[in-house]
């Protein structure tokens, strides 16, 4: 702790007194924070819900089809769109169900490709060019980004939409390029201009959209 935050180091009554209001005002941050995230993430699944549905309908009837997920980000939304890919590849049961296995990818997965696109043609096409080798017809693009105006990810929503994928955009604020530019089927705009509590609401609503797809029927 001390190593972390050195004013909370015992010096003396007034040293101590600092430490414990410190370490008060941490507690009530943290609650805070946490109140602030759950009321979001609530809202964000009020106001969604129906959306998420049709989201789920459109990725259960291309995962029937024999599509592939891709899912794509920067930063923070990169480690997103990893956990995502890895939620729906992931072999689950319930109540006795089984869950099979879908596939899924994460465009940020493969430090070799990811950085050689960057360094011999632009990092504004990393994503684009993998879906253009890889995406098919019917496929699912999920792009996430907390401010919806990343180029190499608007970037990865075009190339989607020009082989046909079905694309779905995860963004904050107001929803930036992605919104203005429309460029996703099925688009998850939160409310809010904290990267952090975008972020956060943004995975809750991707496990709820696998969720989803996994009650949809297996067969159509």
């Excluded at 809202?43 to 259960?60: E, F, K, Y």
């Excluded at 990393?126 to 999920?142: E, H, N, S, W």
């Excluded at 705009?189 to 956060?200: D, L």
């Amino acid at each position: 702790m001390s190593g972390i935050y050195p004013f909370l180091t015992p010096a003396g009554d007034a040293a101590r007194d600092a430490r414990e209001s410190a370490a008060r005002e941490l507690v009530r941050s943290t609650a805070a924070k946490a109140v602030e995230s759950l009321e979001l993430r609530l809202r964000v699944l009020g106001t969604l819900g129906p959306a998420l549905a049709a989201c789920a309908a459109a990725m259960a009837t291309a995962f029937r089809a024999g599509g592939t997920l891709f899912a794509f980000g920067n930063g923070g939304s990169s480690t997103d769109a990893q956990a995502v890919a890895q939620v729906f590849r992931t072999p689950d049961r319930d109540g006795g169900r089984p869950w099979p296995a879908l596939p899924a990818i994460s465009l940020t997965g493969d430090a070799a490709l990811l950085t050689a696109l960057a360094n011999d043609v632009a990092f504004d096409v990393v994503f684009a060019r993998q879906l253009a080798a890889l995406g098919r017809p019917g496929d699912v693009a999920m792009a996430l980004s907390t401010s919806g105006g990343a180029v190499n990810v608007l970037r990865g929503l075009e190339q989607a939409r020009r082989t046909g994928m079905v694309t779905v955009g995860f963004a904050g604020s107001g929803g930036g390029r992605m919104a203005e530019e429309r460029l996703a089927d099925h688009l998850f705009v939160v409310p809010s201009s904290s990267v952090h509590r975008v972020q956060e609401a943004q995975t809750t609503a991707c496990h709820v959209l696998r969720e989803l797809v996994r009650a949809e029927p297996a067969e159509a």
